[in-house]
């Protein structure tokens, strides 16, 4: 997989020159933001990383979580996602033309995984969190034509789309779920634990809505990952306000544990670590440093190849899967 396969890099741009003015605006507001612990272990010692439009990195001295820190609150980031110009831009320009490209190579992919580990499932409750346009959910109904599906959307735009398509929709953020909702086999979370104001938080909610033995899969991205080693504060990824949280493998094990789940797996199965660095530097001169810029250059395409092979096997790509069983 390539990086223009799922997006168009002039899209990307645009839309992350709209997060950075959202940044700029709320960073100007210091009552919607509030300080916190490290959000996987908890802990307090913590180093200074950089500032990025007028957000703080920080990251923690035991574990290496990279966040943001003061962040936005709970409620200043509800609002942002409710309305703004970068969310707007982001369904209409940027998610919508490459739906489908996303639907064959990310969505189909996600829904085979689950229907090839979870096969008890089939017949289950499994409701996706941030479930947007209902990609996930389509192909999993189609694995799976017995499963109770639903999504958990919060947007009202998004969730009058997805009732279009027959799917259920629970109109609320994950955190306002009530447990009138509880005894979902399996939920997911793709892409989203990077945005979250309280990570611990969310995942003791999905608990509480997960049965006993319940399935939580979610995916997001990894601090250590490659690309983002490479570029760090320059990363495209570290997009200030909406990417707060960068957990590393061994943190969002430890996360899951102290929030009531056992850890089924943690992985690092991405495919776009060095397309991304090569793509920076050869169409946008942004420079990942000697040693790439001479991989980018001398170096073959099996050589390529197998460098990505080693950071997706070695846990350094910067897309983390995490699957969780609730204990109890
Ligand atoms: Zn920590």
Redesign the pocket.
């Known amino acids: 997989m390539k990086e223009a396969e799922i997006r168009s890099r002039t899209a990307h741009n645009t839309y992350l020159a709209l997060v950075s003015a959202d940044a700029e605006r709320l960073a100007q507001d210091h009552s919607a933001f509030a300080a916190i612990d490290?959000p996987?272990?908890?802990?307090r010692s913590i180093i200074e990383e950089f500032q990025k439009a007028g957000f703080r990195y920080v990251s923690?001295e035991?574990?290496a979580?990279l966040f943001v820190n003061p962040r936005p609150t709970f409620d200043s980031l509800m609002a942002l996602y409710a309305d703004s110009p970068s969310t707007r831009y982001w369904v209409e320009e940027f998610f919508k033309p490459m739906a489908e490209a996303r639907r064959a190579r990310i969505f189909r992919p996600r829904a085979q995984y689950v229907a090839e580990h979870f096969p008890d499932v089939a017949r289950g409750r499994v409701g996706d969190i941030g479930a947007g346009f209902g990609l996930f959910l389509e192909e999993l109904q189609a694995l799976w034509p017995a499963a109770n599906l639903v999504a958990i959307e919060p947007s009202a735009d998004m969730a009058a789309i997805l009732r279009t398509k027959g799917i259920p929709v629970v109109e609320q953020m994950l955190e306002q779920v009530p447990p009138s909702e509880a005894g979902f086999d399996l939920l997911t979370a793709f892409e989203l634990f990077e945005h979250l104001h309280d990570p611990a938080g969310f995942l003791r909610h999905v608990a509480r809505l997960l049965r006993p033995g319940g399935v939580l899969y979610l995916t997001t991205l990894s601090g250590f990952g490659f690309d983002i080693q490479v570029h760090w504060a320059s990363s495209k990824s570290v997009s200030p306000p909406h990417h707060l949280n960068f957990a590393n493998p061994a943190?969002m094990a430890r996360l899951l544990e102290r929030t009531g789940f056992d850890v089924i797996e943690i992985a690092t199965p991405g495919e776009l670590d060095w397309d991304i660095v090569e793509g920076n530097w050869q169409q946008e001169g942004i420079d990942p440093g000697r040693l790439w810029r001479t991989v980018s250059r001398h170096g073959g395409d099996d050589a390529k190849r197998r460098l990505q092979g080693w950071i997706r096997e070695s846990g350094f790509s910067s897309h983390l899967r995490a699957v969780a069983r609730r204990r109890g």
């Open positions: 490290c996987c272990c908890g802990g923690c035991s574990c979580t943190s």
